[in-house]
T-cell receptor, first 115, second 113 residues
Framework: DAGVTQSPTHLIKTRGQQVTLRCSPK?????VSWYQQALGQGPQFIFQ???????QRGNFPDRFSGHQFPNYSSELNVNALLLGDSALYLC??????????????FGAGTRLSVL | GEDVEQSLFLSVREGDSSVINCTYTDSSSTYLYWYKQEPGAGLQLLTYIFSNMDMKQDQRLTVLLNKKDKHLSLRIADTQTGDSAIYFCAESMFSGGYNKLIFGAGTRLAVHP
């Protein structure tokens, strides 16, 4: 049973460019969440997708957008990259049961470096 | 507000017990999680506890919850060098049928011989 997979593993971009990160959820999961982890910090919630719609959003600017596909996979897009966007981007998948205990399982992350 | 706080560093001798502490802020019923992150890796779920429980044990791991003080701890018995990692406490914030995780800054555990 494949867990959460993310691609690419590493990415280097320059300021002002755009980037797309990809995530395939754990088999059987229908909800995908994205987190940003800056160096030396804990992950910060970006947004969450269920049934191809954004359901919750953290305190991130509109430069951060996403998409969920019918097969539950997801993309995170970041436009007009800033140096401060350099971080590890983590994808988590879960099963929406309408309960608080929908445990989130994380992928290995994509490390984005903005130069 | 949303805030989870952890001590940043812990050093223990191999074979001793490790205790990692965390405080959270949400007063409503919630789930609390412990995740482990090894260098260059994602987050591995270790264990979780519901806020109406006092304790949960899973092999070498014991989670203690003090609801009054909103204090959570993770005890690792017989700590091994392979336990060296960053440990994150996370609180589940549940709203409108969806939940998000609020993480602390992480506790770096160093295990020495």
């Amino acid at each position: 049973d494949a867990g959460v997979t993310q691609s690419p593993t590493h990415l280097i971009k320059t300021r002002g460019q755009q980037v797309t990160l990809r995530c395939s959820p754990k088999s059987g999961h229908d909800t995908v969440s994205w987190y940003q982890q800056a160096l030396g910090q804990g992950p910060q919630f970006i947004f969450q997708y269920y049934e191809e719609e954004e359901r919750q959003r953290g305190n991130f600017p509109d430069r951060f957008s996403g998409h969920q596909f019918p097969n539950y996979s997801s993309e995170l897009n970041v436009n007009a990259l800033l140096l401060g966007d350099s971080a590890l981007y983590l994808c988590a998948s879960s099963l929406k049961l309408g309960l608080a205990k929908n445990i989130q399982y994380f992928g290995a992350g994509t490390r984005l470096s903005v130069l | 507000g949303e805030d989870v706080e952890q001590s940043l560093f812990l050093s223990v001798r191999e074979g001793d017990s490790s205790v990692i502490n965390c405080t959270y802020t949400d007063s409503s019923s919630t789930y609390l999680y412990w995740y482990k992150q090894e260098p260059g890796a994602g987050l591995q779920l270790l264990t979780y506890i519901f806020s109406n429980m006092d304790m949960k044990q899973d092999q070498r791991l014991t989670v203690l919850l003090n609801k009054k003080d909103k204090h959570l701890s993770l005890r690792i018995a017989d700590t091994q060098t392979g336990d060296s990692a960053i440990y994150f406490c996370a609180e589940s914030m549940f709203s409108g049928g969806y939940n998000k995780l609020i993480f602390g800054a992480g506790t770096r555990l160093a295990v020495h011989p």
